[in-house]
């Protein structure tokens, strides 16, 4: 391959920015699209995270409200959080709180409707594959509430020096069987309230919800910082909140938070343990944050524009369109580009690439500016004649708009593979809504050794522009490969760890025995070059501050090994091996749910209350934690791994916006003062 050639492929897999959509699905409390039942309400809705050591808990109480004559069973869903796994599901029984158990999905729902059948209470939450969590609770007795609990745990990565949270509540709404059966109630009645505590050992500058000037945000200390969002509060001169004329909230936009770390931060090598027998097995999440060394590359570029113009883009596309045209009008002397849309079928605007004159980008926007979107999405041949006709020589780019649901023509994950890997090409995949294909995605830029980055429609953008930019334009890691000497460690996951970009964290789990001293190795290429980044740290023979990383590497198996299942065909092995780790862990995914029965019924199956047990040592040591000074979890202090400059950041590194980063801009109508001046109301209290 061409030292001149990038092999960068851009996949931006998004919608546009909430303001430009008229109505937006949302989650909700669903009914029969008949209407022939009225619908219960949801009451109350408290939304706590924390945020700390590399990973975040987010915890969601509700209450549902039957104000009918008639008792009711409450069926609620939102959409799957990226990376998300449900850990623990409590219901309120006769005014105590049971905690629900995993068992395989067939199980659970069987036990569920025996449950509803002979009138006792039970609750039951399922995952729809990519798609929604759904709460099943039976019954909402008439004018009585009920009460529910649930929480999820997520890894929360920092790239170029910004962390990003969100709460999911905008449906995507590509679901088109559930849409014909359901309608949503989305409404709270009652109190709506999100709370979000960050604890961060680095000092972080700022925390931003761009899209939410509702929020408080106080600043503690250099480290710890909080949100807060209400439907109905005063703020009193102690800074308490007060409840106060309570508005109803709907559950139909995003709840989006962003945090910047200081400038100057080393590069380094982060350990988070969790052992509570040091004669036993140890579990480990190291994450590795590379210094900005990766040299910035520059060549002429070949552009691909890869436009979904099926149905669901009605309402998006003349923005879409202009989002192309300040793009196009953007490119150097030396480009060049083309156009391919896709529906059910395919359409080339250009045979091959053509010069970026004023001419070829005019037609091309006057041809785009007649186009309805309508019908199915095939989006195997978008992307099949997007991946034609690439040079060598040439750096080349593709952009692909689409909601990454594939309807028409091939469908299959294992031919989408196959084709990525008939090219030498790198993915980076913007996947944006939150029901798009994201399993799909994420797999192609995996195979690609690409990278994934996930959108909302109350994202700031910013962060994902310039660390988008960055990456295409600068060398990375290649086929990194992780070594372990001194310390038996097993189970690393992901066990294929593919390519590192500029600013990206590589977090890494796994299990150990022993303790002490290691050398740990990072074995990379990077423009083609080999290259070794060691350090050596001790991995401590007890540890029981951070149980839920435990949790964290089972799922990132769980991941692995859906991948694989979904890569290479059903496999009863593979399926049974999901099924076990989240039995044993407790998490919700597609082929386990988490039911809630009274104790005695739990007894009578002989359901062992792991989760239960598992749960009050979470709390117990998050409680703990919370007590005290973010603790400062970096592992190579005294022998840095990456020796060189700091962690990337957008600071001072960011360089000149290319075409890609003003279309997003336009795309998500976002002006730029408000990116780079917009002020964020802070109450500080450390001073």
């Known amino acids: 391959m061409s030292s001149r050639t990038l092999f960068a492929v851009l996949i931006a897999t998004f919608g546009l920015a909430a303001t430009s959509i008229a109505t937006a699905d949302a989650a909700g409390l669903l009914t029969p699209s008949d209407h022939r039942l009225p619908p219960l309400d949801i009451g109350d809705h408290a939304v706590a995270v924390v945020v700390e050591d590399g990973y975040a808990i987010t915890t969601i109480e509700q209450t549902f409200r039957n104000p009918h004559p008639r008792e009711y069973e409450a069926v609620y869903s939102f959409p799957v959080p990226d990376g998300a796994a449900v850990s623990e599901f409590t219901y309120w029984i006769d005014g105590k709180p049971v905690t629900g158990e995993v068992m395989p999905r067939e199980t659970a729902r069987q036990t569920y409707e025996t449950e509803k059948a002979a009138g006792h209470e039970a609750a039951l939450a399922e995952q729809d594959d990519y798609k929604t969590f759904d709460i099943t609770v039976w019954p909402v007795r008439p004018n009585q509430d009920v009460r529910t609990r649930l929480s999820y745990i997520q890894a929360a990565k920092i790239d170029t020096g910004i962390g990003r949270y969100i709460y999911p509540l905008e449906d995507g709404g590509v679901d088109e069987v559930r849409k014909a059966f ?37 600043r ?155 019908r199915g999405t095939n989006l195997f041949a978008g992307l099949e004649e997007g991946l034609s006709g690439a040079d060598a020589d040439r750096t080349s780019i593709l952009i692909l708009v689409t909601d990454g649901v594939a309807n028409m023509g091939e469908t299959d994950q294992r031919a989408f593979l ?189 359901v062992e209350r792991r989760n239960e047990q598992r749960i009050a040592i979470e709390t117990q040591a998050r409680t703990q934690r919370t007590a005290q000074a973010p603790q400062n979890r970096r592992a190579d202090a005294s022998s840095p791994m990456f020796s060189g400059k700091p962690q990337a950041s957008y600071k001072g590194g960011g360089g000149a916006m290319d075409p890609l980063g003003l279309l997003f ?20 209290r450390s001073k």
Do not use: C
């Open 182 to 218: 359901w309608t949503s109630e989305s409404e709270v009645k009652g109190r709506f309230s999100f709370d979000l505590l960050l604890r961060s050992a680095y000092p972080v500058d700022y925390v931003r919800l761009p899209d939410h000037p509702d929020a408080t945000i106080t």
């Open 418 to 606: 196959e084709l990525i890997q008939k090219r030498d090409i790198r993915l980076f995949t913007f996947v944006m809504g939150n029901s798009a294909n994201r399993p799909l995605l994420w797999a192609l830029a995996k195979e690609s050794g690409g990278t994934t980055f996930s959108i909302s429609n109350s994202d700031d953008i910013v962060g994902s522009i310039l660390s988008a930019v960055s990456k295409v334009t600068h060398e990375a890691m290649r086929d990194i490969q992780i070594s372990i000497d001194g310390v038996r460690t097993t189970d690393l996951t992901p066990s294929r760890l593919g390519s590192l970009y500029r600013g990206q964290q590589l977090i890494v789990f796994g299990h150990y025995w022993g303790d002490g001293p290691a050398d740990v190795t990072l074995a990379t290429r990077i423009a083609g070059r080999n290259q070794t980044f060691s350090t050596r740290f001790d991995f401590p023979a007890t540890a029981g501050a951070n149980p839920e990383i435990e949790r964290l590497w089972a799922f990132s198996r769980i991941e692995e090994l859906t991948f694989e299942q979904k890569a290479f065909g059903g496999n009863a092995d593979r399926k049974q091996a999901v099924t076990d780790l989240a039995t044993e862990f407790g998490l919700v995914t597609p082929e386990t749910s988490m039911i809630v029965v009274r104790d005695s019924v739990f007894a009578a199956m002989n």
């Open 220 to 374: 503690e200390t250099d480290g710890i910082w909080r949100v807060h969002i209400d439907n109905g509060n005063t703020t009193t001169e102690e800074g308490t909140q007060q409840p106060q004329n309570i508005q109803s909230r709907r559950l139909d936009q995003d709840i989006v938070a962003y945090w910047r770390h200081a400038e100057g931060l080393p590069g380094r090598v982060d350990l988070v343990t969790h052992r509570a027998d040091p004669t036993g097995r140890g579990t480990f999440m190291m994450t590795l944050t590379p210094g900005d060394d990766l040299k910035p590359l520059s060549s002429g570029a070949d552009w691909s524009f890869v436009l979904d113009m099926s149905g669901s883009m009605q309402g998006k596309f003349p923005t879409l369109v202009e989002g192309v045209s300040k793009g196009l009008g953007k490119l150097r002397a030396d480009d060049r580009f083309r156009i391919v849309l896709f529906n059910d079928g395919m359409v080339a605007l250009h045979s091959g690439f053509v010069p970026a004159t004023q001419d070829n980008v005019e037609s091309a926007l006057r041809t785009l500016r007649t186009v309805t979107p309508a």
């Open 665 to 684: 801009i336009v795309l998500m109508g976002l002006p730029l003062i408000r990116l780079f001046f917009g002020r964020v109301p802070v109450r500080d």
